[in-house]
């Protein structure tokens, strides 16, 4: 398969069996045009219909180049992985531990419901029940020594040292078992103290922070329990750590709206603030609240992403380096074919667990009907479910076995596809336009960045 498409205002094909990435001239790219509307054409009815535009020569050297590329498997490579085994052992490795459903901010989209999960009581996790999770975690990760927990919440600083004891015991744990723990958490910063940074600063893997960009879009959405902003309550918390940790392993994850679809701004905004690791999603949510992006906002989300794409590079190339989460992608390598697959391992190699206990597929799915796979507390755990979530992957999803995008996407997020559609197989749309989109742009950045963007004479080349 070969996706052709355009952006940044550059000519571009991916092919995606083998994963090159040709940045293209308009010669190049119109001969690709011609091949796909008919693979089977010969190389001199192409020349033929190309020379009415082009003079003959160069289309024949196109042409011919085209055919040679296709000859040496970076164009038009067989992309069917249908005989792979995508099954494993059943190894869980990572896990995301509620250390409080509650929350000390009032977001508007909060799909956590403010911290409750839609369980109507807020309460926070107690050391036993986040040692018996951790417990769980050793004895369900095989001979797997990397393991993951991210302190989850609500706001998970509201728990803090419910974290510093848990952190602790994992430490412990390591010697033990030959296992290496990697934390994390994702804070909205509102409770942080020197002591608290320092401890981030020296336990924590990666540390995200939810900012949503320029004060007035992130106080209208992420307001405090008595309704006022709380942009002046982190940000310059969020600064102090930031600086701390030397622009090293965190995210500023923020999320933008329909009352924002100039986001790019908020990104911007971020960076000047001197914030180099960012990351703006889009709000996810029913179609029914007035902030939630439709169809119809599409092309104007489309549009502002070629904006800061096209800003991402000028300012870059600058000095004003950033790093912008959804423009950045691996196609030197990347992560293997399983991980493209099978994408993020939710239900599978990664779980949630609630302050009570209660094992999930993910944050996500936690408090849904239905979605409850055990308890770290009895050892239940339900393998029929991890299963299905096993065998939710590319190669299974009919949405997903013919979309150009399935090997860097992974299928998309269960959770939303299981929100929209009652089926963690059947991905949300909305959210499959836009991370096309994203990689589109992403492709273009890499190639502009790596200097792969042909001059006029030239012909397709592979990345």
Same mark, same amino acid.
């Given at each position: 398969?070969?996706? +052709?498409?355009?952006?940044?205002?550059?000519?571009?094909? *991916?092919?995606?069996?083998?994963? =090159?990435?040709? /940045? *293209?001239?308009?010669?190049?790219?119109?001969?690709?045009?011609?091949?796909?509307?008919?693979?089977?054409?010969?190389? /001199?009815?192409?020349?033929?219909?190309?020379?009415?535009?082009?003079?003959?020569?160069?289309?024949?050297?196109?042409?011919?180049?085209?055919?040679?590329?296709?000859?040496?498997?970076?164009?038009?490579?067989?992309?069917?992985?249908?005989?792979?085994?995508? +099954?494993?052992?059943?190894?869980?490795? /990572?896990?995301?531990? &509620?250390?409080?459903? $509650?929350?000390?901010?009032?977001?508007?989209?909060? @799909?956590?419901?403010?911290?409750?999960?839609?369980?109507?009581?807020?309460?926070?996790?107690?050391?036993?029940?986040?040692?018996?999770?951790?417990?769980?975690?050793?004895?369900?990760?095989?001979?797997?020594?990397?393991?993951?927990?991210?302190? @989850?919440?609500?706001? !998970?600083?509201?728990? @803090?040292?419910?974290?510093?004891?848990?952190?602790?015991?994992?430490?412990?744990?390591?010697?033990?078992?030959?296992?290496?723990?990697?934390?994390?958490?994702?804070?909205?910063?509102?409770?942080?103290?020197?002591?608290?940074?320092?401890?981030?600063?020296?336990?924590?893997?990666?540390?995200?922070?939810?900012?949503?960009?320029?004060?007035?879009? &992130? $106080?209208?959405?992420?307001?405090?329990?008595?309704?006022?902003?709380?942009?002046?309550? %982190?940000?310059?918390?969020?600064?102090?750590?930031?600086?701390?940790?030397?622009?090293?392993?965190?995210?500023?994850?923020?999320?933008?709206?329909?009352?924002?679809?100039?986001?790019?701004?908020?990104?911007? &905004?971020?960076?000047?603030?001197?914030? #180099?690791?960012?990351?703006? #999603?889009?709000?996810?949510?029913?179609?029914?609240? !007035?902030?939630? %992006?439709?169809?119809?906002?599409?092309?104007?989300?489309? =549009?502002?992403?070629?904006?800061?794409?096209?800003?991402?590079?000028?300012?870059?190339?600058?000095?004003?380096?950033?790093?912008?989460?959804?423009?950045?992608?691996?196609?030197?390598?990347?992560?293997?074919?399983?991980?493209? +697959?099978?994408?993020?391992?939710?239900?599978?190699?990664?779980? =949630?667990?609630?302050?009570?206990?209660?094992?999930? !597929?993910?944050?996500?799915?936690?408090?849904?009907?239905?979605?409850?796979?055990?308890?770290?507390?009895?050892?239940?755990?339900?393998?029929?479910?991890?299963?299905?979530?096993?065998?939710?992957?590319? +190669?299974?999803?009919?949405?997903?076995?013919?979309?150009?995008?399935?090997?860097?996407?992974?299928?998309?997020?269960?959770?939303?596809?299981?929100?929209?559609?009652? $089926?963690?197989?059947? !991905?949300?749309?909305?959210?499959?336009?836009?991370?096309?989109?994203?990689?589109?742009?992403?492709?273009?950045?890499?190639? /502009?960045?790596?200097?792969?963007?042909?001059?006029?004479?030239?012909?397709?080349?592979?990345?």
């Amino acid at each position: 398969m070969i996706h +052709l498409f355009r952006a940044l205002d550059m000519p571009m094909a *991916l092919d995606v069996g083998s994963g =090159a990435v040709h /940045a *293209l001239d308009q010669l190049a790219y119109d001969a690709l045009a011609l091949f796909l509307e008919d693979e089977n054409a010969d190389h /001199a009815s192409m020349i033929e219909k190309l020379s009415t535009t082009y003079p003959q020569k160069d289309a024949t050297e196109v042409v011919t180049e085209i055919g040679e590329l296709i000859r040496m498997g970076y164009l038009n490579t067989p992309d069917d992985y249908t005989g792979i085994d995508t +099954l494993d052992t059943g190894v869980v490795k /990572a896990m995301c531990l &509620h250390v409080a459903h $509650d929350c000390n901010l009032r977001c508007q989209y909060c @799909f956590a419901d403010t911290g409750e999960y839609n369980m109507r009581s807020r309460c926070m996790l107690s050391a036993d029940i986040g040692k018996r999770a951790l417990d769980w975690l050793v004895s369900k990760s095989g001979n797997r020594q990397n393991l993951e927990v991210d302190f @989850f919440g609500g706001e !998970p600083l509201m728990n @803090f040292p419910v974290i510093q004891e848990l952190v602790a015991y994992g430490r412990a744990l390591e010697g033990k078992h030959n296992k290496r723990f990697k934390f994390t958490t994702t804070t909205n910063a509102v409770s942080m103290t020197d002591e608290i940074m320092d401890f981030l600063n020296r336990e924590m893997d990666n540390v995200v922070i939810s900012i949503d960009g320029r004060p007035e879009i &992130h $106080d209208r959405m992420r307001p405090t329990p008595n309704g006022k902003g709380s942009y002046a309550l %982190i940000i310059d918390k969020a600064k102090r750590f930031v600086a701390k940790r030397r622009q090293k392993q965190y995210y500023l994850r923020g999320t933008f709206t329909r009352y924002n679809l100039d986001f790019g701004n908020d990104v911007l &905004h971020l960076a000047d603030e001197g914030f #180099e690791q960012l990351s703006i #999603e889009p709000v996810v949510t029913s179609a029914d609240k !007035p902030y939630a %992006i439709r169809d119809e906002d599409l092309p104007t989300v489309f =549009a502002e992403y070629e904006r800061l794409g096209k800003m991402y590079l000028e300012r870059r190339k600058n000095g004003k380096w950033f790093s912008f989460f959804h423009f950045v992608v691996d196609l030197t390598g990347g992560p293997c074919l399983k991980k493209r +697959l099978t994408g993020c391992g939710a239900g599978n190699e990664y779980v =949630a667990v609630t302050p009570e206990g209660d094992i999930y !597929p993910c944050h996500q799915f936690v408090g849904r009907e239905g979605m409850r796979m055990g308890s770290v507390v009895d050892g239940s755990f339900d393998t029929a479910m991890q299963t299905r979530f096993k065998q939710n992957h590319v +190669l299974t999803k009919e949405k997903c076995r013919d979309c150009w995008a399935r090997f860097y996407c992974s299928g998309g997020c269960a959770a939303n596809a299981h929100a929209f559609n009652g $089926d963690i197989s059947k !991905p949300y749309e909305l959210e499959c336009q836009m991370e096309r989109k994203r990689l589109e742009c992403a492709m273009a950045i890499f190639a /502009a960045e790596n200097g792969k963007v042909q001059q006029q004479e030239d012909a397709v080349k592979p990345d």
